[in-house]
């Protein structure tokens, strides 16, 4: 087991960015697929990116491609995701997730462990 707590949320206007981190600790961090998930009241958490093992493989949700950077640094245990050209549909609480293993599934349901999340709002 591995215990994530995220970081960095806040209130943004349209246009700016934020960057989100997810410190681990518990485990060995390297050996986590990686994930970010968000959740507005109301509706499911979604996918938004992925990461494996090493980072050798990355995904992201349509909805942030190009604006979103999904990174690792194994070193300090702390999974990124760095969000620019924010709109007022990101907002939501963001949520770290962790997966035992090699596979990367964009489903949270394949996630076993996961931080407390952290509010992202952005105005218009």
């Known amino acids: 087991q591995v215990q994530l707590v995220e970081s960095g949320g806040g209130l943004v206007q349209a246009g700016g960015s934020l960057r989100l981190s997810c410190a681990a600790s518990?485990?060995?961090?390297?050996?986590?697929?990686m994930g970010w998930f968000r959740r507005v009241p109301g509706k499911e958490r979604d996918f938004v990116a992925a990461?494996?093992?090493?980072?050798?493989?990355?995904y992201y949700a349509d909805s942030v491609k190009g604006r979103f950077t999904i990174s690792r640094d194994d070193a300090k245990n702390t999974l990124y995701l760095q969000m620019n050209s924010l709109k007022p549909e990101d907002t939501a609480v963001y949520y770290c997730?962790?997966?035992?293993?090699?596979?990367?599934?964009?489903?949270?349901?394949?996630?076993?462990?996961w931080g407390q999340g952290t509010q992202v709002t952005v105005s218009s």
């Open positions: 518990g485990r060995t961090f390297s050996s986590y697929t």
């Open positions: 997730a962790a997966r035992l293993g090699t596979a990367v599934p964009t489903g949270p349901n394949f996630y076993g462990d």
């Open positions: 990461i494996s093992r090493v980072g050798g493989s990355i």
